[in-house]
């Protein structure tokens, strides 16, 4: 399948681009400096880009298959791009009848509020974050409204090293024995996996250990 990654040099981003491509797909890493991914495989496309430009975003999902979203703002606690950029990609999928779409947001958005711990939600999502989980969830509300075939993937609290794959998946709303932490090279593995896998198709899933 040709695949497209947005955020494609993110911490989540670089490692889903490795991903898809050993599972064999023809990948499209957008980036702003999409030259920065020290990968070698003539099955990669780099396409520099900002995802707060829908004319940018539009001329790059022309021809994809499916779309994977890993949109971040690295230490910015105001920035929009994650709901501003996937808007932009919502338009441009619809424009060019891309259907799938995998979008990474995170565990507490919507009704896994529940999951979390007072940590999370009066400390980190309640102050520190507040502005970065609004654009969670207003990311969220834009995919649910997209008519496409999305997947909503809710990770808690990224760490470093391998990928373990022993992390649970899809637990009910108000499960309370999680770590709240997953490898990000877990999170990467369970996005590409959604490209073919349609198993939460139209649905939010939570990830975590």
């Known amino acids: 399948m040709k695949v497209i990654v947005f955020g494609a040099t993110g911490s989540v981003g ?33 396409v520099t880009g900002n995802a707060m430009k829908l004319t940018e975003v539009c001329n790059a999902v022309a021809g994809q298959d499916a779309v994977v979203v890993t949109l971040g703002a690295g230490t910015s606690r105001t920035s929009v791009v994650r709901s501003k950029g996937t808007e932009h990609i919502v338009k441009a999928m619809q424009h060019h009848r891309v ?23 009066r400390i980190m999502f309640g102050l520190l974050l507040r502005p970065v989980f609004l654009d ?3 990311q969220e509300q834009l995919v649910r409204e997209s008519g496409l075939d999305w997947t909503i993937v ?42 073919r896998d349609t198993t939460f198709m139209h649905r939010e899933v939570g990830i975590s250990h």
Do not use: M, Y
Request: charged letters at 30%; glycine letters at 8%.
């Open 14 to 46: 670089r490692l889903a681009v490795e991903r898809l491509l050993a599972d064999g797909h023809e990948v499209t890493a957008f980036a702003r400096r999409p030259e920065a991914l020290e990968i070698i495989n003539p099955r990669l496309n780099r």
């Open 99 to 121: 259907d799938r779409l995998i979008c990474q947001s995170t565990l507490g958005a919507g009704d896994s509020w529940s999951n979390l711990n007072f940590f999370w939600k």
């Open 136 to 138: 969670h969830e207003r």
């Open 154 to 195: 809710r990770p808690s609290a990224f760490t470093d090293g391998p990928a373990d794959g022993n992390f649970k998946v899809d637990f009910p709303t108000g499960e309370r024995r999680l770590r709240l932490e997953i490898s990000r090279a877990d999170v990467a593995g369970f996005l590409t996996g959604c490209v």
